[in-house]
């Protein structure tokens, strides 16, 4: 399939520390132990033609097009399988295999239309390529035509498969297997009646267990798989790499393109965290970036009660200028502050945290990890001295245990997931923590050794519980606690955790899980080998989320699972640049690179660099905002690329605080629901039209490269420059590179950092300084950040959310995998034929009290407020706890979450809400309220402004 | 904010920090407060003890006693 791709070898490259030295062609080639003949061929030079194989597969020897000669073996052996041995000979280019391969290939012919789907030379197709390299004209067997009537399966929205094009090379079965690990592929039949199939019977993609990844398009050699945008558009002539604005596994894409249109995206082989495999968001769902609801104009208007009104860029940031001054004249300014995203890159956000500190002059500035990973910030820095994962995701191929806790790669990060995956097929064993059955638990050829179904909320008294385990039956690694970590407060940690009510006897009545189980899994995780946690946000978003995360630390400590490859403590990140955001300063007590805003010194770097006095104090995180707006203490907000009114807990609550708001600037791609407190509104720009970085959550630093225009014109770092010279400030940067010129003078664990060693290495994992000039794959090496490592007590302190008579259900909240977190880009995209709606997933027996059936709408309602949704039944929740998701402003999901919170960092307690379900006819008030609204804005946007027809304009 | 807001979420910070022996418990809540409460917050949870104090967990009565409240704060 793809156009525009690197060098391919074949079969996949051997590592072994053997070398073989052999001869191909009269040319000596070494290569080490295990390399196939086709590869050690390929690198001397030589390109043995080939269909079945290629180099991100292991080989299967089925399309015999690269067979060669071997000097002292009978007959042909296929290149790709056989590997290499000391001393071999080989010939890949005799008369004999030349006109073998032409028998092949015509006979591939009899079965295929001949020309490229795209109407151009062989456009992706190999086939078509190897007739011409090998002079096949047309074939001189009678047409076979077995498959040329064969239904085209369309069903996915992205890409179609057409069996006349399918020469049945496995490839994409191999792809899903191996790469991707869903399994969903078979070749059905035999012989020349043998065919791909999706699923079983009657499946086809759409209905099948595909999950849209694109593995499988990406590794045919035929036409057979292939994405709809380059049937229309043709095949694309030159590709730009970039990363994936999405989650925090930070694929590394090629965006392919023909002209300036982008035809498709690929992953990208060399990328350093996905190595060419991606999801269905990153891959297919980029549509957004041109959807027709995209806001081309800046907007202001008096009142929020006003029609907008579209202006120039000039007359915006002016009259947002005007405002915000205006506020800190008469207010001072501590009512001002900001909100950076992380949606954007480094350089925005450290922008945005600028312009408060240096040009607002307030701390105020927080960013949406407070409502994720705050707690992993605060938990990882106070144990091990830094508020970051330790390890490269490559690391869990060294794994032999892996401890999953309150995460669901499979959906929220998948292409980590589907390298987790393939280090479990391959032995290592697998511990769920979780109140639900995620994928993980059973999926094909994966099964969790131990699945901990906890009560929501106790996951606190679990880990404790494991520790206890761990200590009491002195599985503890004593000389790396001796060695690598502080005594005395290992000391009051272990009588800490040996107390009696930390035993899983003593908690099993609390967490729901049988003591027995819970103590093998301890001993699992202490003797099973390398072992590594993986966690997510049901360990943060709780009332303990800081301490569960603390106690994480203590357990991979104890028992010496820190410092090497294998092992570690790592967040799964939510989004594409949360890492980033948070590093660069977006917390209101810290300065960028983790650094409190009280420390005299690092102010001092910043107050020389920026030319200004600093606040000392911190500032308010975004709950503390809303909160004084309530009370008039707060008056305006600059939001970069953030829909808080969707994504934060207590919609009503949130609403309230913006409504106090005498400015509320929005910079964002569409209008969201946040925008309609908006007095302003400043078009911004996707991944796709601007320079910079993103980190993601291996501290990976990837580039994001420029491939079109915003439409309204500016980069949204060019936006928050533009209104810190409206403000008075001056800012001039010409590009990122400057900015993150500026990061690294500042910031010690960036100071090794700039675009040009990005380009060169083609990624920095940070602390990059000199000692460590190329970056940091594994952290805490030999010596912790903070110097030795330090376990903290974690006491289990229970949520103030219980449930009750009123409220006897516990409800959780997640992502899936085709939508993505509020849904503003994944909604705008055909993903929602998957999912195009919150569902309720509630278990039989609870169901089956209430009288909810399959599907039936329901109400679902909190002491907070109420929503309705329709309801799913399913076992894969315990009874006595709910799920959904939070991707539709239709459901509002967090007009039901409550204010409960964080102990340490405010982060919402998202994952613990008690409830009550019961069926329902109508929706709910708020609903209906919302619903109008959000009707309303869209009339004032559109009729009593121009943007439509402007739009139309610009798009003719 | 309302205080019962501020008083849920001071009482948090103690009872994480309540695990340690007293001294260490003080100065954790105490350090807390400075390091991650923004000034008017804290002169807040400083009145609200001067006020009525009610319903506050022991450690942090006492840290906010080592609050200052600015003068003109109610
Ligand atoms: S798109 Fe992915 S999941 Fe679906 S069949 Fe292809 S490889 Fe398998
Ligand atoms: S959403 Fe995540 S896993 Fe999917 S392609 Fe983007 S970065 Fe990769
Ligand atoms: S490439 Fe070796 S058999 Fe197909």
């Given at each position: 399939m793809a156009a525009i791709r690197p060098i391919d070898y074949g079969t996949p490259e051997r590592t072994a520390e053997a070398s073989v030295s052999l001869e191909i062609d009269g040319q000596a080639v070494t290569v080490p132990e295990g390399t196939s003949v086709m590869r050690a061929a390929m690198t001397a030079g030589v390109d043995i033609p080939r269909l079945c194989a290629t180099d991100s597969l292991e080989p299967f020897g089925s399309c015999r097009l690269c067979l060669v000669e071997i000097e002292g073996r009978r007959g042909y052996p296929a290149s790709c399988t056989t590997p290499v041995e000391d001393g071999m000979v080989v010939?890949?280019?005799?008369?004999?295999v030349r006109r073998l391969r032409r028998n092949v290939v015509e006979l591939y012919l009899t079965d295929h239309p001949g020309t490229s789907v795209t109407g151009e030379g062989h456009g992706d197709d190999e086939l078509l390529a190897m007739a011409a390299r090998l002079g096949v004209e047309a074939s001189r067997y009678p047409s076979a035509r077995n498959h040329q009537t064969a239904a085209v399966d369309d069903s996915n929205p992205y890409f179609r498969f057409d069996p006349s094009r399918c020469i049945v090379c496995s490839r994409c079965v191999r792809a899903c297997n191996e790469i991707q690990g869903t399994f969903a592929l078979t070749v059905d039949g035999h012989g020349f009646a043998s065919m791909i199939s999706a699923g079983t019977g009657e499946d086809d993609f759409l209905s099948s267990e595909c999950v849209s990844c694109g593995a499988c398009v990406q590794a045919c050699p035929t036409e057979a798989l292939e994405e709809k945008t380059?049937?229309?558009?043709?095949?694309?002539?030159r590709a730009v790499v970039t990363t994936c604005a999405y989650c925090g596994v930070g694929c590394s894409f090629q965006a392919e393109l023909r002209g300036d249109r982008i035809v498709r995206m690929v992953p990208y082989r060399h990328g350093q965290a996905n190595h060419g495999h991606s999801c269905v968001k990153g891959r297919f769902a980029w549509g957004y970036t041109n959807h027709p609801d995209r806001i081309t104009r800046p907007m202001i208007r008096e009142r929020i009660t006003d029609a907008w009104r579209e202006v120039s860029w000039d007359e915006a940031i002016g009259f947002a200028a005007e405002r915000l001054n205006g506020l800190r004249e008469r207010h001072g300014p501590g009512v001002l502050g900001a909100i950076t995203s992380s949606r954007c890159t480094n350089e925005e956000t450290f922008l945005v945290q600028k312009l408060a500190r240096a040009v607002f002059g307030t701390n105020n500035v927080d960013t949406c990890a407070r409502v994720c990973h705050s707690p992993t910030g605060y938990g990882l820095k106070n144990t091990f001295g830094t508020s970051a994962g330790t390890q490269d995701f490559d690391s869990v191929q060294s794994a032999d245990v892996v401890l999953v806790i309150g995460a669901n790669p499979t959906d929220a990060h998948p292409v980590f997931a589907s390298q987790l995956k393939r280090r479990l097929r391959a032995g290592a064993r697998l511990i769920v923590v979780d109140p639900r059955a995620i994928d993980l638990v059973r999926s094909p050829h994966v099964a969790a050794d131990y699945h901990l179904q906890l009560r929501p909320g106790t996951n606190v008294a679990l880990v404790n519980a494991l520790a206890?385990?761990?200590?009491?039956?002195?599985?503890?690694?004593?000389?790396f606690i001796r060695t690598r970590c502080e005594t005395d407060e290992y000391a009051a940690w272990r009588e800490f955790i040996l107390r009696p009510e930390n035993a899983p006897e003593a908690v099993e009545a609390v967490t729901g899980v049988p003591a027995a189980t819970l103590r093998a899994a301890a001993r699992l995780y202490a003797t099973g080998g390398n072992a590594a946690i993986y966690y997510g946000l049901g360990v943060t978003e709780h009332s303990q989320g800081s301490t569960m995360v603390m106690g994480m630390a203590n357990l991979a400590m104890a028992t010496g699972n820190i410092g090497r490859e294998g092992v570690g403590v790592n967040p799964l990140r939510g989004q594409n640049n949360v890492q980033g955001s948070c590093d660069m300063g977006s917390f209101p007590h810290e300065l960028p690179g983790y650094r409190h805003i009280a420390d005299e010194g690092v102010r001092g770097i910043f107050e020389r660099e920026w030319g200004v006095t600093l606040d000392t104090e911190p500032g308010m995180r975004i709950p503390n905002m809303i909160d004084a707006a309530t009370g008039g203490a707060f008056k305006g907000?600059?939001?970069?690329?953030?829909?808080?009114?969707?994504?934060?807990p207590n919609v009503r609550h949130i609403a309230a605080g913006l409504e106090g708001m005498e400015c509320v600037i929005i910079q964002d791609l569409f209008l969201n629901e946040t925008a309609r407190y908006a007095h302003v509104f400043l078009p911004g720009s996707t991944f796709l039209e601007k320079d910079g970085t993103f980190t993601n959550a291996?501290?990976?630093?990837?580039?994001v490269r420029k491939i079109s225009e915003a439409p309204a014109g500016m980069a949204d770092w060019e936006i928050t420059q533009a209104l810190a010279q409206a403000l008075g400030y001056p800012m001039h940067y010409r590009h990122p590179g400057e900015i993150m010129d500026e990061i690294a003078r500042t910031t010690p664990t960036f100071a090794g950092v700039s675009f040009e060693k990005i380009d060169e290495l083609g990624s920095i994992q940070w602390p990059c300084n000199e000692a460590h000039p190329e970056g940091t794959r594994?952290?805490?090496?030999?010596?912790?950040?903070?110097?030795?490592g330090r376990f903290l007590l974690?006491?289990?302190?229970?949520?103030?959310e219980r449930a009750n008579r009123r409220f006897p259900l516990l409800l959780t909240t997640g992502r899936i995998l085709s939508q993505y977190n509020v849904g503003t880009q994944t909604r705008r995209t055909d993903n929602r034929v998957w999912h195009d709606e919150d569902i309720?997933?509630?278990?039989p027996e609870d169901a089956e009290t209430r009288g909810i059936r399959e599907g039936m709408r329901v109400r679902l309602a909190s002491r907070i407020g109420e929503t309705t949704l329709h309801a799913h039944i399913s076992p894969r929740m315990m009874p006595g706890v709910v799920y959904t998701t939070f991707h539709f402003p239709e459901t509002a999901t967090n007009v039901v979450t409550t204010e409960f919170s964080d102990w340490a960092t405010e982060c919402p307690e998202y994952k613990v809400t008690a409830v009550e379900v019961a069926p329902s006819h109508t929706l709910s008030e708020w609903q209906y309220s919302q619903a109008q609204a959000r009707e309303r804005q869209q009339r004032v946007t559109h009729e009593e402004s121009t943007t439509e027809e402007v739009t139309a304009r610009e798009r003719a | 904010m309302d205080d019962a807001k501020m008083v849920h979420q001071a009482n948090q910070i103690a009872a994480y920090f309540e695990a340690y022996p007293q001294a260490r418990a003080r100065e954790g809540v105490l350090d807390h407060l400075h390091k991650f409460w923004p000034p008017d917050k804290r002169a807040r949870l400083a009145a609200y003890l001067a006020g009525n104090g009610g319903g506050l967990h022991p450690l942090a009565a006492w840290a906010a006693a080592q609050l200052e409240a600015p003068a003109g704060q109610d």
């Amino acid at each position: 399939m793809a156009a525009i791709r690197p060098i391919d070898y074949g079969t996949p490259e051997r590592t072994a520390e053997a070398s073989v030295s052999l001869e191909i062609d009269g040319q000596a080639v070494t290569v080490p132990e295990g390399t196939s003949v086709m590869r050690a061929a390929m690198t001397a030079g030589v390109d043995i033609p080939r269909l079945c194989a290629t180099d991100s597969l292991e080989p299967f020897g089925s399309c015999r097009l690269c067979l060669v000669e071997i000097e002292g073996r009978r007959g042909y052996p296929a290149s790709c399988t056989t590997p290499v041995e000391d001393g071999m000979v080989v010939r890949t280019a005799g008369d004999t295999v030349r006109r073998l391969r032409r028998n092949v290939v015509e006979l591939y012919l009899t079965d295929h239309p001949g020309t490229s789907v795209t109407g151009e030379g062989h456009g992706d197709d190999e086939l078509l390529a190897m007739a011409a390299r090998l002079g096949v004209e047309a074939s001189r067997y009678p047409s076979a035509r077995n498959h040329q009537t064969a239904a085209v399966d369309d069903s996915n929205p992205y890409f179609r498969f057409d069996p006349s094009r399918c020469i049945v090379c496995s490839r994409c079965v191999r792809a899903c297997n191996e790469i991707q690990g869903t399994f969903a592929l078979t070749v059905d039949g035999h012989g020349f009646a043998s065919m791909i199939s999706a699923g079983t019977g009657e499946d086809d993609f759409l209905s099948s267990e595909c999950v849209s990844c694109g593995a499988c398009v990406q590794a045919c050699p035929t036409e057979a798989l292939e994405e709809k945008t380059v049937i229309e558009a043709g095949a694309p002539e030159r590709a730009v790499v970039t990363t994936c604005a999405y989650c925090g596994v930070g694929c590394s894409f090629q965006a392919e393109l023909r002209g300036d249109r982008i035809v498709r995206m690929v992953p990208y082989r060399h990328g350093q965290a996905n190595h060419g495999h991606s999801c269905v968001k990153g891959r297919f769902a980029w549509g957004y970036t041109n959807h027709p609801d995209r806001i081309t104009r800046p907007m202001i208007r008096e009142r929020i009660t006003d029609a907008w009104r579209e202006v120039s860029w000039d007359e915006a940031i002016g009259f947002a200028a005007e405002r915000l001054n205006g506020l800190r004249e008469r207010h001072g300014p501590g009512v001002l502050g900001a909100i950076t995203s992380s949606r954007c890159t480094n350089e925005e956000t450290f922008l945005v945290q600028k312009l408060a500190r240096a040009v607002f002059g307030t701390n105020n500035v927080d960013t949406c990890a407070r409502v994720c990973h705050s707690p992993t910030g605060y938990g990882l820095k106070n144990t091990f001295g830094t508020s970051a994962g330790t390890q490269d995701f490559d690391s869990v191929q060294s794994a032999d245990v892996v401890l999953v806790i309150g995460a669901n790669p499979t959906d929220a990060h998948p292409v980590f997931a589907s390298q987790l995956k393939r280090r479990l097929r391959a032995g290592a064993r697998l511990i769920v923590v979780d109140p639900r059955a995620i994928d993980l638990v059973r999926s094909p050829h994966v099964a969790a050794d131990y699945h901990l179904q906890l009560r929501p909320g106790t996951n606190v008294a679990l880990v404790n519980a494991l520790a206890h385990t761990v200590i009491a039956e002195g599985l503890e690694d004593a000389g790396f606690i001796r060695t690598r970590c502080e005594t005395d407060e290992y000391a009051a940690w272990r009588e800490f955790i040996l107390r009696p009510e930390n035993a899983p006897e003593a908690v099993e009545a609390v967490t729901g899980v049988p003591a027995a189980t819970l103590r093998a899994a301890a001993r699992l995780y202490a003797t099973g080998g390398n072992a590594a946690i993986y966690y997510g946000l049901g360990v943060t978003e709780h009332s303990q989320g800081s301490t569960m995360v603390m106690g994480m630390a203590n357990l991979a400590m104890a028992t010496g699972n820190i410092g090497r490859e294998g092992v570690g403590v790592n967040p799964l990140r939510g989004q594409n640049n949360v890492q980033g955001s948070c590093d660069m300063g977006s917390f209101p007590h810290e300065l960028p690179g983790y650094r409190h805003i009280a420390d005299e010194g690092v102010r001092g770097i910043f107050e020389r660099e920026w030319g200004v006095t600093l606040d000392t104090e911190p500032g308010m995180r975004i709950p503390n905002m809303i909160d004084a707006a309530t009370g008039g203490a707060f008056k305006g907000l600059y939001i970069q690329g953030e829909d808080i009114l969707q994504s934060d807990p207590n919609v009503r609550h949130i609403a309230a605080g913006l409504e106090g708001m005498e400015c509320v600037i929005i910079q964002d791609l569409f209008l969201n629901e946040t925008a309609r407190y908006a007095h302003v509104f400043l078009p911004g720009s996707t991944f796709l039209e601007k320079d910079g970085t993103f980190t993601n959550a291996e501290r990976r630093i990837n580039r994001v490269r420029k491939i079109s225009e915003a439409p309204a014109g500016m980069a949204d770092w060019e936006i928050t420059q533009a209104l810190a010279q409206a403000l008075g400030y001056p800012m001039h940067y010409r590009h990122p590179g400057e900015i993150m010129d500026e990061i690294a003078r500042t910031t010690p664990t960036f100071a090794g950092v700039s675009f040009e060693k990005i380009d060169e290495l083609g990624s920095i994992q940070w602390p990059c300084n000199e000692a460590h000039p190329e970056g940091t794959r594994v952290m805490h090496v030999g010596e912790f950040v903070r110097g030795l490592g330090r376990f903290l007590l974690t006491p289990y302190v229970a949520t103030d959310e219980r449930a009750n008579r009123r409220f006897p259900l516990l409800l959780t909240t997640g992502r899936i995998l085709s939508q993505y977190n509020v849904g503003t880009q994944t909604r705008r995209t055909d993903n929602r034929v998957w999912h195009d709606e919150d569902i309720l997933e509630i278990h039989p027996e609870d169901a089956e009290t209430r009288g909810i059936r399959e599907g039936m709408r329901v109400r679902l309602a909190s002491r907070i407020g109420e929503t309705t949704l329709h309801a799913h039944i399913s076992p894969r929740m315990m009874p006595g706890v709910v799920y959904t998701t939070f991707h539709f402003p239709e459901t509002a999901t967090n007009v039901v979450t409550t204010e409960f919170s964080d102990w340490a960092t405010e982060c919402p307690e998202y994952k613990v809400t008690a409830v009550e379900v019961a069926p329902s006819h109508t929706l709910s008030e708020w609903q209906y309220s919302q619903a109008q609204a959000r009707e309303r804005q869209q009339r004032v946007t559109h009729e009593e402004s121009t943007t439509e027809e402007v739009t139309a304009r610009e798009r003719a | 904010m309302d205080d019962a807001k501020m008083v849920h979420q001071a009482n948090q910070i103690a009872a994480y920090f309540e695990a340690y022996p007293q001294a260490r418990a003080r100065e954790g809540v105490l350090d807390h407060l400075h390091k991650f409460w923004p000034p008017d917050k804290r002169a807040r949870l400083a009145a609200y003890l001067a006020g009525n104090g009610g319903g506050l967990h022991p450690l942090a009565a006492w840290a906010a006693a080592q609050l200052e409240a600015p003068a003109g704060q109610d």
